[in-house]
């Protein structure tokens, strides 16, 4: 039977006298089971809710007739004394006095001597009150040392989060100023270089007239020429006719070739302020600038690499324990390093800079041997001439200038480059220089003669380097156009262009066995590249996101050094396809270069420093 009650009822013990004579006076009522109770699912909702209403009405009814029964309570029996006493030996831990009073009791409860009705009584109810209490008292102690625990660890933090706040907002602050001080200063910088607008607008304005005055200048040169020479072959074709008549005296030959005068400085002494000396003027024979005498200019043959017979000794990053190690740096100038330049025979490196200058220092120890001035711009690269009395530095003035160490003086400016210029390479065994520049184009000079003979045409962007193979006369380059070309200096012509890069080709440099390529681009990527003109790379390395400033091999192509923008020269193995790192620079490193012996590597960074690793 299922009834519902409004009443609280309490059990409570109670005895109760049980009378067989009598009947039970307590009425009770029968409650039907409704069979209805189980009903299908399909009962529509009106007849669930009469039958709810049904049923609360007889649980009403069911309550009325309860309320006149009488109650039945359960009373919680006293706790008697010998009860108490032992609970409270044993919560106090008076184990020994619990066990004598346990003999004694159980010993009197034997022999007979133990009453229980005077001699154990019941224990008042306010003791198990008070005692109950006591136990909840403790366990509120225990809860409120537990509360303070916590409390105290969220003032911990609330503290330390404070002082977080405190300091963020100052940092925030901090960061605010430093903000309106750039705007501020960037507003400036704005306004001064817009004083200088009108200033670089009219000189651009000069440039372009210049450029076409000297192009239509050119081709008056080039008309002129042509009209001498069918002069000069009118002539020669009257002159048996008069010979034979004899009525007319022979005409002067002109030479076509123009001359100047010895007395005349060319604009390269001009440009360098160096003194001129006479010179003599041949149609054949002239004296040349290294100090040679010259012919006309011929591209020399290529000769035999002494590099594929000889027995190449194997880099010291190989053979010494832990590989190259810091062993000197020094300050060498106060802007970034771009590019430097060892000596072919001695321990020599020239570094040059955004200062506008070069520097040639001894090595390892660093001191400072002679500085070069002259260039109006950064320099963009150096490269020593064979004979090592000479350097080649190219700038972003757009010159290449040639130096002597013997008269520590420029001895020649070539400035027919428009816009910078990143790269220069001497030939292995002639007086003839390649220089790459930003406006896509390489020129090849014919020192002696002072002038450009060839200039080779097919990148369609910047050209970032370039470098004579050994012996050859095959010249590598690469470009932001994100190729590598191979260039036949006799005949101008392109031979074979690899393709790969996704990106711009930063650098590319030869082994000196000439039979591999290393191209590095600016995002990281580098190329290995067989000079037999095979399209796809050999290898395909990954140095970082970084980009990848020169390549260099060693001697025994077993390792390549890679200058990385992240301020870390990575030296890669490539039979082992390991990498290793020195680090040192606090800026991005431009150049990285072996000596000769391959017993150490030079670096240059952009902080203006430069690490001997040995």
Not at 50 to 74: D, H, I, Y
Not at 122 to 141: A, C, F, G, H
Not at 306 to 319: D, E, N
């Amino acid at each position: 039977m299922e009834a519902e009650h409004d009443e609280l009822f309490y059990i409570t013990e109670a005895t109760l006298e049980a009378d067989d004579d009598e009947e039970d006076e307590h009425v009770y009522q029968e409650v039907a089971v409704d069979s209805a109770s189980s009903s299908d699912q399909e009962e529509d909702w009106d007849a669930i809710v009469k039958r709810v209403k049904e049923k609360k009405s007889q649980n009403l009814n069911l309550s009325v007739s309860t309320t006149n029964a009488p109650e039945v309570t359960v009373t919680q029996p006293s706790e008697v004394v010998d009860d108490f006493v032992r609970n409270f030996l044993l919560r106090m831990g008076m184990l020994r006095t619990l066990h004598c009073f346990q003999t004694e009791w159980y010993e009197m409860a034997q022999t007979g001597r133990l009453r229980q009705s005077a001699d154990n009584p019941s224990l008042p109810d306010v003791y198990s009150q008070n005692r109950q209490l006591d136990k909840e008292v403790e366990m509120t102690k225990a809860e409120m040392e537990h509360y303070k625990e916590a409390a105290n660890i969220a003032k911990q933090k609330y503290v330390k989060m404070k002082k977080e706040r405190d300091y963020h907002r100052m940092h925030h602050r901090q960061s605010l100023q430093e903000k309106n001080k750039l705007i501020t200063d960037i507003k400036r910088m704005r306004k001064h270089y817009s004083s200088y607008e009108p200033a670089m607008q009219q000189l651009k304005q000069k440039y372009e007239t210049a450029t076409r005055e000297k192009m239509l200048a050119r081709l008056e040169r080039d008309k002129t020429i042509t009209e001498l020479n069918n002069l000069q072959s009118t002539l020669a074709c009257l002159r048996p006719l008069s010979d034979n008549t004899g009525r007319s005296q022979p005409a002067p030959v002109v030479n076509a070739a123009p001359r100047t005068p010895a007395h005349v400085p060319s604009r390269y002494d001009i440009a360098d302020n160096k003194p001129v000396e006479p010179q003599t003027v041949s149609d054949t024979v002239t004296t040349s600038i290294i100090g040679k005498t010259r012919k006309e200019f011929s591209f020399p043959h290529n000769q035999a690499n002494p590099y594929l017979s000889q027995t190449l000794p194997i880099c010291a990053h190989l053979t010494r324990t832990g590989g190259f190690k810091m062993t000197h740096s020094f300050q060498a100038h106060d802007c970034g390093i771009s590019r430097l330049c060892y000596h072919p025979t001695k321990p020599l490196v020239v570094t040059c800079s955004d200062d506008h200058t070069w520097k040639l220092w001894n090595l390892p120890g660093g001191e400072l041997l002679m500085t070069g001035e002259g260039h109006k711009d950064w320099l963009g690269g150096a490269d020593f001439h064979s004979s090592g009395l000479y350097l080649a530095t190219c700038s972003g003035d757009g010159t290449v200038k040639i130096w002597d160490f013997t008269k520590s003086q420029c001895m020649l400016t070539l400035s027919e480059h428009i816009q910078p210029v990143w790269g220069c390479s001497w030939h292995s065994t002639a007086d003839v220089l390649a220089s790459a520049s930003m406006d896509h184009t390489i020129r090849i000079w014919d020192v002696n003669g002072k002038r450009c003979v060839l200039t080779l045409r097919g990148h369609a962007d910047s050209v970032n380097s370039v470098q004579f193979l050994p012996y050859s006369s095959v010249l590598c380059s690469c470009s932001a156009d994100r190729t590598v070309s191979l260039w036949d200096c006799r005949t101008g012509l392109c031979c074979h262009t690899f393709y790969g890069h996704e990106h711009s080709c930063n650098y590319a440099a030869v082994n000196v066995k000439a039979d591999t390529i290393a191209s590095g681009d600016s995002f990281g990527h580098a190329f290995l590249w067989d000079v037999r003109g095979y399209s796809e790379p050999q290898a395909t390395l990954q140095f970082g996101s970084c980009s990848i400033n020169q390549l260099e091999f060693d001697l025994n192509r077993k390792i390549l050094a890679v200058a990385s923008n992240d301020g870390i020269v990575k030296m890669h193995v490539l039979d082992t396809e390991k990498t290793s790192q020195l680090e040192g620079h606090t800026d991005a490193v431009q150049s990285a270069i072996f000596d000769q012996r391959c017993t150490m590597l030079i670096s240059g960074s952009s902080d203006g420093t430069v690490a001997v690793w040995e």
